[in-house]
Nanobody
Framework: QVQLVESGGGLVPAGGSLRLSCAASGRAVSTYIMGWYRQAPGKQREPVATVSSGGITDYVDSVKGRFTISRDNAKNTLFLQMNSLKPEDTAVYLC??????????WGQGTQVTVSS
């Protein structure tokens, strides 16, 4: 089992920055694909950014150039640096770790609110 705990969310004005962290415990996640997802009220959960075990990253178009995903395998931690935040980035941000077809873990999420 893998437990994921997100932190770093909060309320920021438009144009501000936040750095989210996701601490994994239970087992090492260095071989897992790690990702950040978000879910806004009344909307479906959507992927924001992912990073493979080899460090290959992928981003949804709406955050390219503004968000940076990274991982520290030594600390079993995932990060999301969010710059130039917009009101439409407001959502609950969730951390995900997955491997193979049956290993798929989620955190509880951290709220990010961007005021206009």
């Amino acid at each position: 089992q893998v437990q994921l705990v997100e932190s770093g969310g909060g309320l920021v004005p438009a144009g501000g920055s936040l750095r989210l962290s996701c601490a994994a415990s239970g087992r090492a996640v260095s071989t897992y694909i790690m990702g950040w997802y978000r879910q806004a009220p009344g909307k479906q959960r959507e992927p924001v950014a992912t990073v493979s075990s080899g460090g290959i990253t992928d981003y949804v178009d709406s955050v390219k150039g503004r968000f940076t995903i990274s991982r520290d395998n030594a600390k079993n931690t995932l990060f999301l640096q969010m710059n130039s935040l917009k009101p439409e980035d407001t959502a609950v941000y969730l951390c995900n770790a997955r491997r193979d077809l049956w290993l798929d873990y989620w955190g509880q999420g951290t709220q990010v609110t961007v005021s206009s």
